[in-house]
């Protein structure tokens, strides 16, 4: 399985951003089973979740920290997964991954900040200026 992030930037505070994922390595119907999201790490601070899909149910898991801003979604024809960054703030600033994992501990991934997850993307930075 291979991860390829892209749509990173330079963007200011309250501006928009998409961020894209493009997986390969799977078909749609072995995603069912798994777990696809996204986390983030900004410098001197640990890893943690950003939002998540369980690819079972379709269900969509938040941090609270990005709720009502951040949007996560699939697409099915493309294999590519989401996340559209609205209402952007410093605080957003880092470097963001995508990972999958076969398991729908879906809520645990995001809770852990993707700790366990198998398949990783290298990055891509955000940076938000103020």
């Known amino acids: 399985v291979q991860l390829v992030e892209s749509g990173g930037g330079l963007v200011q505070a309250g501006g928009s951003l998409r961020l894209s994922c493009a997986t390969s390595g799977v078909t749609f119907g072995d995603w069912r089973k798994w777990t696809i999201g996204w986390f983030r790490q900004a410098p001197g601070k640990e890893r943690e979740g950003v939002s998540c899909?369980?690819?079972?149910?379709?269900?969509?898991y938040y941090a609270d920290s990005v709720k009502g801003r951040f949007t996560i979604s699939w697409d099915n024809a493309k294999n590519t997964v989401y996340l559209q960054m609205d209402s952007v703030i410093p605080e957003d600033t880092a470097v963001y991954y995508c990972a999958a994992d076969h398991e729908a501990d879906t809520d645990f991934y995001l809770t852990m900040g993707g700790y366990g997850m198998d398949y990783w993307g290298g990055g891509t930075q955000v940076t938000v200026s103020s």
């Open positions: 899909i369980n690819m079972k149910d379709g269900s969509a």
